[in-house]
Every structure is written in C-alpha cells, then in structure tokens.
C-alpha cells in the first residue's frame, strides 16, 4: 500500500505560479507512471500531465507550455510546477501513481488539494 500526500495548493492571481508536491510514503516500484489530474466544480476528472519511469511526459493541451512535471526519486515526491496560471485552472488537483509490480498492477491516488486563481 502507498499512501500520497499532496501540498502546495492555494490562491493565486492570474498570471501566478505555484508548485504542487506529492510524496509517497515508500519507494514506487518501476515500471510506473507518476500523473497529476485536475477536477473543476462541476466538471469530471481531467488529465493534466504524466510522467513515467522512462522519463517520458505528456501534458493536456490546455496546459502545455505553462505546466511541467517532475520527480525526485530519492524523496519519493512529484512535482507540477504551474505558471501563468489562469482562471480555469481552479481546480481540486489529484495526484495518482501506477506501479507495476510481478503479481499486479496497482494504482494510488492523493487526496486532493485546492487550487484557486482568482483576482
């Protein structure tokens, strides 16, 4: 079992950044894929950005070249380093990791912390 544990959200202006982190409470065993999701009041889940363990990322078209995905493996955290952010990015932001071990494939998700751009 992992268990994730988000920061980093809050208020900012448009225009702003701010940097998510996620850490997970042991070491994720590769092959895995790190991601971040995103869900709006009212709207579903969206995916944001994914990183896996060949280093390879991908990000929602809404995001590209605003946000970026990281990770420290010596700390077992995630990052989503988010700049000039803009109203629609408010949202309650998930981290999630898939890890694929020899008996199963086993997916985690955080608990959620807000991000709000607002004037």
């Known amino acids: 079992q992992v268990q994730l544990v988000e920061s980093g959200g809050g208020l900012v202006q448009p225009g702003g950044s701010l940097r998510l982190s996620c850490t997970a409470s042991?070491?994720?065993?590769?092959?895995?894929?790190m991601a971040w999701y995103r869900q709006a009041p009212g709207k579903e889940r969206e995916l944001v950005a994914t990183l896996n363990s060949a280093s390879t990322t991908n990000y929602a078209d809404s995001v590209k070249g605003r946000f970026t995905i990281s990770r420290n493996n010596a700390k077992n955290t995630v990052y989503l380093q988010m700049n000039s952010l803009k109203p629609e990015d408010t949202a309650v932001y998930y981290c999630?990791?898939?890890?694929?071990?020899?008996?199963?494939?086993?997916?985690?998700w955080g608990q959620g912390t807000q991000v709000t751009v607002s004037a």
């Open positions: 999630n990791v898939r890890e694929v071990t020899s008996t199963a494939l086993n997916e985690y």
């Open positions: 042991r070491s994720i065993f590769s092959p895995n894929a």
